[in-house]
């Protein structure tokens, strides 16, 4: 009956839960309804511009998600003509990322936390505080009976 005896705090844990998931989905569709493109298009498009020159794997560590995650990411950036691709040097499998004139409008108009509302609050912890936060995490995620580990590269924003 440990459950019960917890039953109060666990239901106030779970609505801070839905408070979060809430408040990052009216986040992101804000940004997709203001910017034109998704949270995580406009997280890779601001380290594009905050790093010109930047290669693609580099940006998927930067971003936490898998090299081809982030190349499709770019793609759909590239076709909307908001960055550009260039091989510097005589390797042609070396590609560097830029922001194009458009891109960086699209980037002073877009909604504000540019990495994410998430992420920034994340970033805002004190390290102590984030540090007890993945410990916790981690330890909840393990209890799940079912869970989809995979989803640690997807951004938030694609996930469904």
């Not at 779970?14 to 992101?28: A, D, G, N, P, V």
């Not at 770019?74 to 891109?103: A, H």
């Not at 980037?107 to 994410?116: D, M, Q, S, T, Y």
């Amino acid at each position: 009956m440990a459950a019960r005896r917890k039953h109060p705090e666990m239901l106030a844990v779970l609505e801070q839960f839905r408070i979060l998931f809430k408040s990052i989905r009216r986040h992101y569709h804000h940004v997709e309804r203001q910017a034109g493109i998704s949270g995580a298009q406009l997280w890779a498009l601001a380290e594009v511009a905050a790093d010109p020159g930047v290669k693609v794997g580099q940006l998927a560590r930067t971003l936490a998600i898998h090299q081809s995650t982030a190349s499709n990411l770019l793609r759909r950036l590239e076709m909307l003509n908001l960055i550009i691709r260039r091989r510097p040097g005589k390797d042609q499998r070396t590609v560097q990322l830029f922001v194009t004139g458009k891109g960086l409008r699209l980037l002073k108009g877009a909604p504000k936390p540019l990495i994410g509302l998430l992420q920034q609050a994340l970033a805002d912890l004190p390290q102590a505080s984030l540090d007890a936060l993945h410990i916790h995490l981690g330890k909840v995620i393990s209890l799940l009976k079912a869970k989809d580990l995979q989803a640690r590269a997807i951004p938030l924003s694609l996930i469904k």
